[in-house]
């Protein structure tokens, strides 16, 4: 006779072994099916990464066609621009009818190009960084023809512009990019202007700094949107006067260029208007 013990003992262990059994089979379809979703993982992964390629691809050639289409845009553009003005040097003879067609022309054409230089500019800040190239510059000659220059088009929109400065304001920076700063801004400043109302630029010596500023008579940037004023791309609430168009990149163009430069940047702003503060080191970065 077997010993019952025995037997229990036999039993437990054909108990053991069929558990460990189904055990290693459940083991064995878990991993089967890990592998496949790796597999399928793999496959998904390899997928992504083959969009992700085209799509930086076509991003890519999207930017090389806006760059290209730019940069070609912008001599047709200078040279519309140059022969409005020079019509409207001689429009004694136009009737107020073709007088009014060839400021809005004129006014087309300027904002135009301020959008084309912007997404130049947003091509050079992106793929070349800046380069400066410094030089001595008496900032109240540089701002006072860039106010000559936007004279003609506050004119023709009833803005007075009021220039306050000094005989001189030496200090040595990159022409084309400090000109590119003001340039952005007393556009914004004609922008969100209303007719008939008025755009100050004063200029002031503080010793080891100048300061410029630009104050609006415009409609105001509420607090929420002067968090986010400096972003690429940001649109704001507050809309242009005159239906001017806006890429978003301004002054986001304007703050790169500064922080680069070593000035700073301030808004100040109210329903009154707005006032944008620049402030320069005499001697700049070189």
């Known amino acids: 006779m077997i010993n019952s013990g025995l037997v229990v003992i036999i039993g437990f262990l054909i108990m053991a072994i069929c558990w460990l059994l189904f055990a290693a089979f459940k083991l064995r379809q878990k991993n089967e099916i890990i592998l496949r979703q790796n597999k399928e993982i793999e496959a998904q992964f390899s997928l992504l990464e083959q969009r992700k390629n085209e799509l930086d691809e076509l991003f890519h050639q999207n930017k090389q066609i806006i760059s290209v289409v730019s940069h070609d845009l912008k001599g047709p553009f200078n040279r519309i621009f140059a022969l409005v003005h020079l019509m409207s040097l001689s429009s004694e003879n136009f009737s107020p009818d073709q007088k009014e067609y060839l400021n ?158 070593e000035g700073t940047i301030e808004c100040k702003s109210s329903h009154l208007g707005t006032t944008f503060i620049v402030k320069l080191k005499k001697k700049l970065v070189s």
């Open 104 to 261: 809005r022309i004129h006014h087309v054409v300027a904002d135009g190009l301020g959008m084309i230089r912007n997404l130049l500019d947003n091509r050079r800040l992106e793929e070349k960084g800046i380069d400066f190239f410094n030089e001595k510059l008496n900032l109240v000659t540089l701002l006072g023809a860039l106010v000559k220059n936007y004279q003609m088009l506050a004119e023709k929109k009833g803005i007075r512009f009021h220039f306050n400065a000094p005989a001189t304001a030496i200090l040595f920076a990159d022409k084309l990019y400090l000109t590119r700063v003001f340039e952005n801004l007393l556009s914004n400043a004609l922008k969100f202007t209303e007719p008939g109302r008025q755009v100050f630029v004063d200029i002031i010596d503080q010793g080891e700094s100048i300061h410029a500023a630009i104050r609006d008579e415009g409609p105001g940037i509420s607090a929420e949107d002067q968090l986010k004023l400096y972003n690429k791309l940001q649109r704001l609430t507050a809309r242009p006067t005159g239906g001017e168009s806006s890429t978003g990149l301004g002054l986001w163009i304007v703050k790169t260029i500064l922080d680069k430069m």
